[in-house]
């Protein structure tokens, strides 16, 4: 068999040069968060998110959580972040619940934050607005996700702090 053994990976393809500054991001990420809001219970979660990417000028996105304790499924989520040279982003983002997230923001590759803010959240009957803002300090992945709602003003919701594993 041609290019290695039978059940070998094959190589990764090349990083197209529009996701080279948020290539920090690519791989598997793990860890813990916390998450609560005005209307309902403050609750832990484990989170695992995965950043990847096929050669186009895209990155895909995953994300999924579980209770803590018992390792039940939580949330899920999955989308691409499409990176621009001008330094702007545009997500897209597809919930577990149904809710979708177009959003835009900016990068900055050099302090390794992604700052984003929602433009239309689809599909919500109460959730008017969502932001996202993702660092990496010291090899550690951090986020907070605010959220407004109809009877809310912009709020935290969750926060995280993951490594890469």
Same mark, same amino acid.
């Given at each position: 068999?041609?290019?290695?053994?039978?059940?070998s990976?094959?190589?990764?393809?090349?990083l197209?040069p529009?996701?080279?500054?948020? *290539?920090?991001?690519?791989?598997?990420w793990?860890?813990q968060?916390?998450?609560g809001?005005? #209307?309902? !219970?403050?609750?832990?979660?484990?989170?695992?998110?995965?950043?990847?990417?096929?050669?186009?000028?895209?990155?895909?996105? *995953? @994300?999924? #959580?579980?209770?803590?304790? *018992?390792?039940?499924p939580?949330?899920?989520?999955?989308?691409?972040?499409?990176?621009?040279?001008?330094? *702007?982003?545009?997500?897209?983002?597809?919930?577990s #619940?149904?809710?979708?997230?177009? @959003?835009?923001? /900016?990068?900055?590759?050099? !302090?390794?934050? %992604? #700052?984003? @803010?929602?433009?239309? %959240?689809? !599909?919500?009957?109460k959730?008017?607005?969502? /932001?996202? &803002?993702?660092? &990496?300090? !010291?090899?550690e992945?951090?986020? %907070?996700?605010?959220?407004? /709602?109809?009877? /809310?003003?912009?709020?935290?919701?969750?926060?995280?702090?993951?490594?890469?594993?």
């Amino acid at each position: 068999m041609e290019g290695g053994s039978v059940g070998s990976a094959p190589a990764p393809p090349p990083l197209h040069p529009a996701i080279a500054p948020l *290539s920090y991001l690519l791989g598997r990420w793990r860890g813990q968060g916390e998450g609560g809001f005005p #209307t309902i !219970n403050s609750f832990a979660y484990g989170e695992e998110l995965i950043f990847s990417h096929s050669g186009k000028p895209v990155i895909a996105y *995953s @994300q999924k #959580t579980w209770k803590l304790a *018992s390792g039940e499924p939580m949330h899920a989520e999955s989308g691409y972040w499409r990176p621009k040279p001008d330094g *702007s982003i545009e997500v897209v983002i597809a919930q577990s #619940t149904g809710l979708a997230e177009v @959003q835009k923001g /900016t990068y900055d590759a050099e !302090n390794r934050i %992604v #700052t984003l @803010q929602s433009e239309l %959240v689809g !599909n919500a009957s109460k959730v008017k607005e969502i /932001t996202r &803002v993702f660092k &990496v300090v !010291n090899g550690e992945l951090s986020y %907070v996700v605010q959220m407004a /709602t109809v009877i /809310t003003s912009l709020q935290p919701h969750l926060k995280a702090l993951l490594k890469k594993v």
